[in-house]
């Protein structure tokens, strides 16, 4: 499985940007998709993440209400669109996918994210700088 990210850039606080990942690959029927980000210094975050074969999805309660993740099964593409973007989201965003059998039990994005770090495909990653 390969995950390419893209749409990261620089934008002005309160601005939008909307990242896109590209998976190709695909070796099992559903996946479980998320967006994590790092910045210097700080542990990484789960921002969002969403079950390909429904509509499931996980946020972290500081972008509920400004980030949607959304996807494009036919062409195997998950989005993220953020907006009212603020300095604090400023980090390298990645992209990180596993087969849904091994994360079928999970109830949060803690857990998710555990997941992702076992035994999750990841993409190189794109920055996003908001000032």
């Known amino acids: 499985v390969q995950l390419v990210e893209s749409g990261g850039g620089s934008v002005q606080a309160g601005g939008s940007l909307r990242l896109a990942c590209a998976a190709s690959?695909?070796?099992?029927?559903?996946?479980?998709v998320g967006w994590l980000r790092q910045a210097p210094g700080n542990e990484r975050e789960g921002v969002a993440a969403?079950?390909?074969?429904?509509?499931?999805?996980y946020y972290a309660d500081s972008v509920k209400g400004r980030f949607a993740i959304s996807q494009d099964n036919a062409k195997n593409i998950v989005y993220l669109q953020m907006n009212r973007l603020e300095p604090e989201d400023t980090a390298m965003y990645s992209c990180a996918a596993v087969p849904e059998f091994m994360a079928a039990d999970v109830t949060s994005m803690a857990e998710l994210i555990s997941r992702f770090d076992d035994f999750g495909f990841w993409g190189q990653g794109t920055q996003v700088t908001v000032s």
């Open positions: 690959g695909y070796t099992y029927p559903t996946y479980y």
């Open positions: 969403i079950y390909t074969g429904g509509d499931k999805t």
